[in-house]
């Protein structure tokens, strides 16, 4: 029982736990979409502070659009196409995606051939300046794109998806 003239319970503004976690993936419209395969990947983190991060925390990708954008050089419009952010809806912009994904993934994505979706994969408290962060990503291939992932296309140099699949080698997925 607090004493008399302290602040009434109602004004207490304690915050004793953060908000709670996105943690449910959304999968996407089974009629359009074909689950491909799952991967990790990396990002850096491009954020310093305090943010609290649970593995298993839904992350959100933010890919270059090319609408409305002003006139900038060429070189200055390559390298904003090349940058793929992703963040959580709880603590907001967390990092980018490393170049290389992000280089092989904006046009699959931007093209409507690939989707993706990922998760957190160790829980964090306090982020650095470029740290490294993992993430558990799934791939869905839109099912006009099937032919694709055909085993006589794969390795064809006009495939849109030859990089992804050179990257889920490197990252240990033999079934790509």
Known sequence: MPPPGATPLS???MVVAPQPAEMDEYPPDHREWVFFTKSYSTGL????????????????????????????????????????RFSTNRSGEI?????????CLAPLVSSSKVMIQGKMVFPMMELR??????????FYIHRSSLYLISP?????????????????RRFGVAEA
């Open 11 to 13: 004004d207490w503004k």
């Open 45 to 84: 983190s491009t954020c310093r502070r305090r943010k609290w991060l649970d593995a298993g925390e839904v992350v959100h990708f933010a890919f270059p659009s090319h609408e409305g954008r002003i006139r900038v050089p060429y070189r200055q419009a390559v390298a904003l196409s090349e940058i793929v």
């Open 95 to 103: 990092g980018k995606l490393s170049p290389e994904w992000a280089r």
């Open 129 to 138: 300046l470029m740290q490294e962060v993992l993430l558990y990503v799934s």
């Open 152 to 168: 006589k296309n794969e390795c064809h140099p006009n495939n849109p998806l030859r990089g992804l699949f050179k990257l889920l």
